[in-house]
């Protein structure tokens, strides 16, 4: 009997470095999201980062050129070509970039595009680098396997953008910038007029920081009450706040909504921002759902015209408090 030598598959672990989310959306959207570069510069890269897509020829063999801006203006060229493309299922390409003028990086990526439970699509990115060092250099230089989540986590709210129409109210206080970001950020200021009218707002945690939650009770005028958190996806002092919103219970589940039976979304992301001229300081508030259900999604747009009253009397009791600031 002859023996047929198999060779053993290549185990590139310690090469590799893997992003992967499960987006509840279907997979023709996040293929778009991934391959037209008008949404791929809305997400494409850390928080605080900015991407400008000089080139993006996507096809096999096709080049893509973008630089990624860091927070303190510091320039990222990166170019890479395309070796496969299958659509909706998988995206090869190799890459090179890294730092203006310092250190940069080489690896092929593999992405894929699977369909599961729900309709739902799953994203994994596999970097492939040449060596462990090499892989571990990236991963400590760069911060690769955080700035991979991050990127993920911003895709996620950029496919919640493409599938809702979000809620959006702005206003002007005449105040400067600094008093309004204290009366966001400071616990016992926040404390004192967050919340619908004649609501009673108590903290039960208050952890101001990226990855922290703030965890609170409001008590209703009629003595109900109602539970609900806040986690804190970005902080940009003083111009920018981001934060995913859920009803919750008192040891810091998430819950549906207490007072409807409706499918109202799970959570909600939530953007604050900041602008000053004069001496007046303009809040923008940007609500919509995050990864939600066509059901929940549809519940949020019938709801639009109301959520004017309940965030314009959370804004008016802002400004009652900043009246006596």
Do not use: C
């Not at 510091?74 to 890479?80: D, H, V």
């Not at 589940?253 to 959570?267: A, F, I, K, M, S």
């Amino acid at each position: 009997m002859k023996s047929t030598n198999v060779p053993a598959a290549t185990d590139t672990s310690d090469r590799e470095i893997v992003h992967s989310r499960t987006f509840t959306a279907p997979r023709e959207l996040v293929w778009r999201a991934w391959t037209d570069p008008q949404h791929v510069a809305q997400w494409w890269g850390p928080r605080g980062f900015t991407t400008t897509i000089k080139k993006m020829d996507f096809r096999v063999g096709g080049v893509w050129e973008h630089v990624m801006r860091g927070p303190d203006g510091t320039k990222y060229p990166n170019k890479s070509v395309f070796k496969e493309i299958v659509p909706l299922e998988r995206i090869v390409f190799t890459h090179g970039g890294g730092r203006e003028q310092g250190p940069g990086a080489s690896f092929t990526a593999t992405w894929t595009f699977e369909t599961v439970a729900g309709g739902r699509t799953k994203l994994t990115g596999r970097l492939l680098f040449a060596s462990a060092k090499e892989r571990e250099f990236v991963a400590r230089e760069f911060g690769a396997v955080e700035g991979g989540r991050q990127t993920l986590e911003r895709a996620s709210e950029h496919l919640a953008a493409m599938q809702s129409k979000p809620f959006v109210i702005r206003r002007e206080y005449a105040v400067p910038l600094d008093l309004m970001w204290r009366a966001w950020s400071e616990r016992d200021r926040f404390m004192a007029w967050f919340g619908p009218k004649g609501a009673k707002l108590t903290f039960k945690q208050f952890d101001f920081r990226p990855g922290g939650m703030n965890h609170y009770v409001m008590t209703m005028p009629d003595g109900k009450e109602i539970w609900g958190k806040a986690v804190y996806r970005e902080i940009v002092p003083p111009a920018k706040l981001v934060w995913v919103n859920s009803f919750s219970d008192a040891a810091g589940g998430t819950t549906r909504h207490p007072l409807t039976t409706d499918l109202w979304p799970l959570e909600l992301l939530t953007i604050i921002g900041f602008t000053e001229a004069g001496g007046k300081t303009t809040v923008t508030i940007t609500w919509l759902p995050l990864d939600s259900t066509d059901e929940e999604r549809k519940v949020f747009a019938d709801k639009l015209p109301s959520m004017n009253q309940g965030w314009g009397g959370t804004l008016d009791q802002l400004q009652a408090y900043l009246a006596g600031a």
